[in-house]
C-alpha cells in the first residue's frame, strides 16, 4: 500500500498557498452534474476538500427506487469516501445546495424557482450520462444528447458563466485507428438524430438502430459521439471544453487508496475473476488497456476548467468564431498509452499476483483466468468452464430445492464480455498534447494538489491498491486477519478442488477421444 504517497496529501494544508487552480475556483458557485454516479461523486468531494473557498456546489438528483431526495442525500454523504472530507472540513454540507431535478427530463423537470436559483452558476462540470453501453436508444440520446444542448442553451443565459466541462470518453471516436484531441464528425448531425428519435416509435427505431450505428460498437459509444457534435455545434463564445477520459477505475491515492463503487469496464473482470466466475476473455494480451485511476480523471478535469477559462479569456483578445474548433473548444484526451503504457497481459498478471495473496471469503470457485486471442477458443472455454459447470449446479440446485443462479450469471457475464472484448481486442494510437501541456502550466503546488500526470504511476503498486479496493469496497470483505485467514484457507481448498475437476475433464476427454477413435476404427476395413 502506498501509505507514504497518502500520508504526504493527507498533511496538505487547505487554502490557496499559491494555487491558481484553487485561486480560480475562489468565490465560485459550481454545478455538478451526475454528482450521485462514480466519477461525479470524487469529483463534488474533490472540489469541497481541495479548493475550501468554493461558495457553492449545486447537486441535482432525483427521486429513485423509492427513496427520495432527502432520503439519498443523506445515504450518499454517508459513504466512507467522505470520510476525510468530514474530517478536514466538518461543516462541508452549508456549501451543497440540493437541486431536485432529473436530467431525462426536459429542462432537466427544475421549476422556475431551480432555475433562478442556479442562475448564479460560474462553473459547470457536466458528468451526467447513461453510461449502459446497451441501453435503448431513445433513452439514451434523450439523456446523454439532448441534456448536454439543453445544459448548454442554458449556460449562454449565465451572466457570470467562466467554465464549462462536458466529460466525455476516449473512445467517442473509436471508428477512427489515432484518436487525437480533435473534433471528428460524428455519426450523425445531433439535432437530426434527436429529430429521428422523436418521429419514430421503439419498434421502428429498433429496427435501425445498427443502421445508424455504423461503426459505432453500442448505443453508449455512439450517443458520446454526437454529444460532442452538441458541444462543438452549440458551444458559441461560451468557455466550453472536452474531458475524454479512457477506462476509469479504482481511485489510486485520493480521498481513499482502491475507492470504487460499481462493476462496470474492466472492474467487473476483476470482480468475476476474483469469485471465480469467469475464467476466460477474448483479448489480445499484446494490446494496451487504457486504464486510469478514477483521482486522476478528477483532477485532470477540475485543472480543465481553469485552463479553459484561461484560454477564453486569451481568445477574447480576437474574435473567437474565426478560430479552429479546437482552441475554440478545446479537447483533453485523458489516457496513459502514450506516457505509461500498460498491456492486458501485464493487467492480469498484476492483478492476480496480488489477487493471490488477499484471496476473498467470497469466492465460489478458485482463481484462474485465460486471454484468449481467437474467438473461437474463448467460446469452447465458455462451454467447457462456464455453460456445462453453470448447468450441472443449477441442476443440482433445482434437486434440492435452491432456487438456480449460474446459468442467469453466466448470461449476465457472456454480455458484459462480448462488450469489453470490442475494446481488449483493438488498439487505438491516442495523442494527449492539451493534457500533458496543461500539467506544464501547473506550478509546484497545484501538481501536488491536483495530481493527473499519469508518467508518474507504478502499476505494481496501483494493481496493489485497486485489487485491495475490490475485496473491501465492492466485496465487502475487510482485511482482518480473520478475515484473510478464512479467504486462504477456502482458497486452497478450492485451488485442491479445482485440480481434481480438471483432472476429470481431461480423463472425460480422452474417453470422448478414445470412443471416437474406437468408433471410426470399428468401421475401417483394415480391422477385420
Not at 498533511?11 to 450521485?36: D, H, M, W
Not at 427513496?67 to 442525500?73: T, Y
Not at 463503487?261 to 473482470?269: F, Q, R
Not at 493471490?356 to 462451454?383: A, G, K
Amino acid at each position: 500500500m502506498s501509505s507514504g504517497r497518502s500520508e504526504e496529501l493527507i498533511s496538505q494544508v487547505p487554502g490557496n498557498n499559491g494555487s491558481e487552480i484553487v485561486e480560480f475556483y475562489k468565490g465560485t458557485k459550481v454545478l455538478v452534474t451526475g454528482g450521485t454516479g462514480f466519477l461525479g461523486l470524487l469529483i463534488i468531494e474533490k472540489l469541497l476538500r481541495s479548493c475550501p473557498d468554493i461558495v457553492t456546489i449545486y447537486m441535482l438528483i432525483r427521486q429513485k427506487k423509492g427513496k427520495s431526495v432527502e432520503e439519498r442525500i443523506k445515504q450518499y454523504f454517508n459513504d466512507t469516501v467522505f470520510s476525510r472530507l468530514k474530517q478536514e472540513q466538518p461543516d462541508f454540507l452549508n456549501k451543497i445546495v440540493v437541486i431536485e431535478g432529473d436530467a431525462a427530463e426536459e429542462n432537466f423537470g427544475l421549476s422556475a424557482q431551480s432555475i433562478l436559483t442556479l442562475s448564479d452558476t460560474n462553473i459547470v462540470i457536466h458528468a451526467a450520462a447513461i453510461v449502459k453501453f446497451n441501453e435503448k436508444l431513445r433513452t439514451i440520446v434523450h439523456t446523454n444528447v439532448r441534456t448536454t444542448k439543453q445544459l448548454l442553451l442554458w449556460a449562454k443565459t449565465l451572466p457570470n458563466l467562466k467554465s464549462f466541462v462536458y466529460v466525455s470518453t476516449a473512445f467517442s471516436n473509436c471508428v477512427h485507428e489515432t484518436i487525437d484531441e480533435i473534433h471528428y464528425d460524428p455519426p450523425m448531425d445531433c439535432d437530426k438524430l434527436m429529430t429521428l428519435v422523436d418521429c419514430l416509435d421503439d419498434d421502428k427505431l429498433l429496427a435501425i438502430e445498427a443502421t445508424l450505428r455504423g461503426k459505432w460498437p453500442n448505443n453508449y459509444i455512439y450517443s458520446k459521439s454526437t454529444a460532442e457534435n452538441v458541444v462543438l455545434k452549440y458551444a458559441g463564445d461560451l468557455p466550453v471544453g472536452i474531458v475524454r477520459p479512457s477506462i476509469v477505475t479504482a481511485t489510486f491515492h485520493e480521498p481513499l487508496e482502491g475507492w470504487i463503487n460499481n462493476i462496470n469496464g474492466v472492474t467487473g473482470i476483476l470482480v468475476g475473476g476474483a469469485i471465480g466466475l469467469l475464467h476466460t476473455l477474448h483479448c489480445l494480451p499484446e494490446y494496451a488497456s487504457e486504464i486510469i485511476p478514477a483521482d486522476y480523471v478528477v483532477s485532470n478535469t477540475i485543472a480543465a476548467s481553469w485552463d479553459i477559462n484561461k484560454r477564453n479569456v486569451s481568445a477574447k483578445l480576437e474574435k473567437k468564431s474565426d478560430l479552429p474548433d479546437e482552441d475554440r473548444v478545446p479537447i483533453y484526451n485523458q489516457v496513459t498509452s502514450p506516457q505509461n503504457r500498460l498491456e492486458w497481459s501485464s493487467f492480469m498478471y498484476l492483478s492476480k499476483n496480488h489477487g493471490d495473496s488477499i484471496p476473498t471469503t467470497r469466492t465460489i470457485w478458485f482463481y484462474w483466468f485465460i486471454l484468449n486471442r481467437y474467438l473461437f477458443i474463448h467460446n469452447i472455454y465458455s462451454i467447457l468452464f462456464h455453460i456445462i459447470p453453470a448447468t450441472i449446479a443449477d441442476t443440482l440446485a433445482r434437486l434440492a430445492g435452491h432456487k438456480p443462479m449460474l446459468l442467469d450469471a453466466y448470461a449476465k457475464v457472456d454480455k458484459f464480455s462480448d462488450v469489453i472484448s470490442f475494446f481488449s481486442t483493438r488498439q487505438w494510437k491516442f495523442r494527449d498534447e492539451n493534457v500533458k501541456k496543461l500539467w506544464s502550466k501547473l506550478g509546484p503546488i497545484d501538481r501536488k494538489i491536483f495530481n493527473f500526470n499519469v508518467a508518474d504511476i507504478y502499476w505494481p503498486e496501483y494493481f496493489d491498491v485497486y485489487v485491495t479496493g475490490i475485496r473491501v469496497y465492492l466485496l465487502k470483505d475487510p482485511l482482518t486477519e480473520e478475515s484473510l485467514r478464512a479467504g486462504r484457507s477456502k482458497f486452497w481448498k478450492l485451488r485442491i478442488a479445482n485440480y481434481v475437476v480438471m483432472t476429470l475433464y481431461a480423463l472425460l476427454g480422452l474417453w470422448i477421444v478414445y470412443s471416437l477413435v474406437s468408433l471410426v476404427w470399428s468401421f475401417c476395413p483394415l480391422s477385420h
